[in-house]
């Protein structure tokens, strides 16, 4: 009886011990992310040019030629035809301001950084804000949704598969200012 008593006592205090190691270490890595799998690229192109739409760290969103780190999304179901779109390695929210400009936010704000999401009959996919009426695009014309309207150019997507390998989402970038050691003056003799 006692020794029944002492082996449950010690497996509870296992369970204890190995929850509070769970809950101390929580997962913030966009590498552990269940999601991570669901990492995309959202492609726009014209006659002339195409481009990869990237959230940067400094909130600045542009296109790029090429898939970068900072193109790398996470396109994430809110409600029914809803989507909030993640810069993976920014770790910024796509926001749209009254003025239908794009821009990556810290925070989430459910007016500025949900956007409506629809495929098209040529098989594109537009995002437009709820709030704004203006659809996300990366040239220089807005111009506010109507249903039926044509799309202006840079605002039709396509959404690709990454193509970076994974280890370039996880290895830091070098520190600038670091000395090493052997190159110290103090060492150099």
Not at 49 to 72: F, M
Not at 100 to 105: A, L
Request: glycine share 6%; charged share 15%.
């Amino acid at each position: 009886m006692l020794g029944t008593c002492l082996r449950l006592l010690v497996w509870a205090l296992c369970g204890v011990c190995s929850m509070r190691i769970i809950r101390a270490y929580p997962n913030t890595s966009p590498l552990l992310a269940s999601n991570w799998g669901g990492l995309t690229h959202l492609y726009t192109a014209t006659a002339r040019n195409s481009y990869h739409l990237q959230i940067h760290k400094d909130c600045q969103v542009d296109g790029t030629p090429h898939q970068t780190i900072y193109s790398a999304l996470l396109i994430r179901s809110e409600d029914a035809g809803f989507v909030v779109i993640t810069g993976v390695m920014s770790r910024r929210f796509l926001c749209m301001d009254f003025r239908g400009n794009i821009f990556g936010s810290h925070y989430f704000n459910l007016d500025n950084c949900r956007f409506r999401h629809q495929t098209l009959e040529n098989g594109y996919d537009i995002y437009h804000s709820p709030q704004h009426h203006f659809l996300v695009s990366l040239g220089r014309a807005k111009r506010a949704f109507l249903p039926g309207m044509n799309p202006p150019p840079y605002s039709q997507f396509l959404s690709r598969r990454n193509l970076i390998p994974l280890i370039h989402f996880n290895t830091p970038m070098p520190r600038w200012g670091f000395i090493s050691p052997t190159l110290h003056p103090r060492f150099l003799v």
